[in-house]
């Protein structure tokens, strides 16, 4: 598949969100909203953009650049940030400074931002070429490794990159193809973070993922043993959900299938619960 360049504004694109039940019909350049017309008589505040509905979950077991696996289910009242790219592709690699900044300028407001990594070729689908670009292309927020494209069809994702917002209730409010309407996207975010939030029910309900990060450079095996071959290495900051454990091994997701880890070399935590 061929990455997308879009450089006109105001794309007609479809999207199918089968999983969220939901046709979104024009998610690109869209008008920023008017911060004078929505403060509620009550002194609540609603954005003017459109409420898509429950965003699809992000589905990530491999991350970095974040302490924990992150789900959208247990960042209630923030503003998610989701961003569809890869490191080889040159409009991904454009859009970072922009991005960057408005990590460093909202994440203190409850901006969060995940670079959801689907890669086209086959160097993009190694976690160690991920780790360098990160490194080369200075990414400082979370980005999860998406190389079986679960968070990508679930958004019924077509291009490289698009940018998703998702509000404090966990619900699509804006979208944007390609580079290019950093301005309008910065209202957006802002007129997100504006919004009054008010827990639901719905809110009490977290995602408990137990996972793991390696306390040194660690070699991931292809069995439960030191006799099996070493497929590969993970680092310490590097964070993997925990798909089962056999005789002090743990089995997570590695690259494009899976590997074991020793749980004498790495910490053992559970995401979802009261710190």
Same mark, same amino acid.
């Given at each position: 598949?061929?990455? *997308?360049?879009?450089?006109? #504004?105001?794309?007609? &694109?479809? +999207?199918?969100?089968?999983?969220?039940?939901?046709? %979104? @019909?024009?998610?690109?350049?869209?008008?920023?909203?008017?911060?004078?017309?929505?403060?509620?008589?009550?002194?609540?505040?609603?954005?003017?953009?459109?409420?898509?509905?429950?965003?699809?979950?992000?589905?990530?077991?491999?991350?970095?650049?974040?302490?924990?696996? *992150?789900?959208?289910?247990? #960042?209630?009242?923030? &503003?998610? +940030?989701?961003?569809?790219?890869?490191?080889?592709? %040159? @409009?991904?690699?454009?859009?970072?400074?922009?991005?960057?900044?408005?990590?460093?300028?909202?994440?203190?407001?409850?901006?969060?931002?995940?670079?959801?990594?689907?890669?086209?070729?086959?160097?993009?689908?190694?976690?160690?070429?991920?780790?360098?670009?990160?490194?080369?292309?200075?990414?400082?927020?979370?980005?999860?490794?998406?190389?079986?494209?679960?968070?990508?069809?679930?958004?019924? @994702?077509?291009?490289?990159?698009?940018?998703?917002?998702?509000?404090?209730?966990?619900?699509?409010?804006?979208?944007?193809?390609?580079?290019?309407?950093?301005?309008?996207?910065?209202?957006?975010?802002?007129?997100?973070?504006?919004?009054?939030?008010?827990?639901?029910?719905?809110?009490?309900?977290?995602?408990?993922?137990?996972?793991?990060?390696?306390?040194?450079?660690?070699?991931?095996?292809?069995?439960?043993?030191?006799?099996?071959?070493?497929?590969?290495?993970?680092?310490?900051?590097?964070?993997?959900?925990?798909?089962?454990?056999?005789?002090?091994?743990?089995?997570?997701?590695?690259?494009?299938?899976?590997?074991?880890?020793?749980?004498?070399?790495?910490?053992?935590?559970?995401?979802?619960?009261?710190?």
């Amino acid at each position: 598949m061929l990455r *997308l360049l879009v450089v006109a #504004l105001g794309l007609l &694109v479809i +999207l199918i969100f089968g999983r969220a039940g939901l046709s %979104i @019909n024009a998610v690109t350049a869209q008008s920023a909203p008017d911060p004078n017309t929505q403060l509620k008589p009550d002194g609540t505040y609603v954005s003017s953009l459109r409420d898509y509905g429950p965003a699809p979950e992000i589905s990530g077991e491999s991350w970095l650049n974040t302490d924990m696996p *992150l789900r959208l289910t247990n #960042l209630k009242g923030k &503003v998610v +940030l989701l961003d569809m790219w890869t490191f080889g592709c %040159i @409009n991904c690699i454009h859009i970072i400074p922009s991005v960057r900044d408005w990590h460093e300028k909202y994440a203190d407001q409850g901006l969060v931002i995940i670079g959801n990594h689907f890669p086209e070729f086959s160097y993009e689908h190694d976690i160690a070429n991920i780790r360098d670009a990160l490194v080369r292309l200075d990414v400082p927020y979370a980005v999860t490794q998406d190389n079986g494209g679960d968070t990508w069809r679930a958004y019924n @994702n077509r291009y490289w990159p698009t940018v998703y917002l998702i509000d404090k209730q966990g619900h699509l409010r804006y979208g944007h193809i390609g580079e290019g309407g950093y301005d309008t996207t910065e209202a957006a975010i802002q007129d997100l973070l504006k919004e009054t939030y008010t827990p639901s029910a719905d809110d009490t309900t977290i995602v408990a993922l137990d996972y793991l990060t390696p306390t040194i450079d660690l070699n991931v095996r292809s069995g439960s043993s030191t006799n099996t071959e070493i497929v590969g290495a993970i680092k310490p900051g590097e964070v993997f959900v925990i798909r089962g454990e056999d005789n002090g091994w743990y089995r997570i997701q590695y690259n494009d299938g899976e590997g074991f880890v020793s749980g004498e070399y790495v910490t053992v935590s559970r995401s979802g619960e009261a710190a």
